[in-house]
T-cell receptor, first 114, second 112 residues
């Protein structure tokens, strides 16, 4: 398994502001991902965080709204920019250690935009 | 892209009974199928997974079956306990856990 620490665990933010979520893993991992889980809904992949290069975004998600950084093999950040109430969700960091291995999730960041 | 459907959305069972959750997927190229348990306020926890080269996998009270021809897979929990109460998600992907497509979740309640 992997020990994944996400910060903050929750936040309440004003619309129009931005929030940066951090994901720290206890050891090096091959891949890191960011998912969104809207209230009472399933998980949707936002993007793959690539070390040292631009993240790979899924359809419906763009870099200007969700900038992502991954400076090394154990750390990544997701920023939710210019927030609106529709951005209220749980944001989850996920990691995969290597080829054909499992994905593990952090405890999530519960974001409420007012 | 892949589309994963999950049923039922809610399931209540008496303690000690079995629970079965079913998922179907659309992309025949999918070959990795994990199941996650999510408790309130926590992130999803992997409980079991199966790859397309096997039809069944078991881990104590939990088992998963896969029917590639029909493109469906199921989670079986036997001798359910109150601590099994949670939301369960199935997922499917091609080539590993790189891009998981999740089902809509099943809220399981085990009644003591």
């Amino acid at each position: 398994s992997a020990v994944i620490s996400q910060k903050p665990s929750r936040d309440i933010c004003q619309r129009g502001t931005s929030l940066t979520i951090q994901c720290q893993v206890d050891s090096q991992v091959t891949m890191m991902f960011w998912y969104r889980q809207q209230p009472g809904q399933s998980l949707t992949l936002i993007a793959t965080a690539n070390q040292g290069s631009e993240a790979t975004y899924e359809s419906g998600f763009v870099i200007d709204k969700f900038p992502i950084s991954r400076p090394n093999l154990t750390f990544s950040t997701l920023t939710v920019s210019n927030m609106s109430p529709e951005d209220s969700s749980i944001y989850l960091c996920s990691v995969v250690r290597g080829q054909n291995t499992e994905a593990f999730f952090g405890q999530g960041t519960r974001l409420t935009v007012v | 892209g892949e589309n994963v459907e999950q049923h039922p959305s809610t399931l209540s069972v008496q303690e000690g009974d079995s629970a079965v959750i079913k998922c179907t997927y659309s992309d025949s190229a999918s070959n990795y199928f994990p199941w996650y348990k999510q408790e309130l306020g926590k992130g999803p926890q992997l409980i079991i997974d199966i790859r397309s080269n096997v039809g069944e996998k078991k881990d104590q009270r939990i088992a998963v079956t896969l029917n590639k021809t029909a493109k469906h897979f199921s989670l079986h929990i036997t001798e359910t306990q109150p601590e099994d109460s949670a939301v369960y998600f199935c997922a499917a992907s091609i080539g590993g856990a790189n891009n998981l497509f999740f089902g809509t979740g099943t809220r399981l309640t085990v009644i003591p």
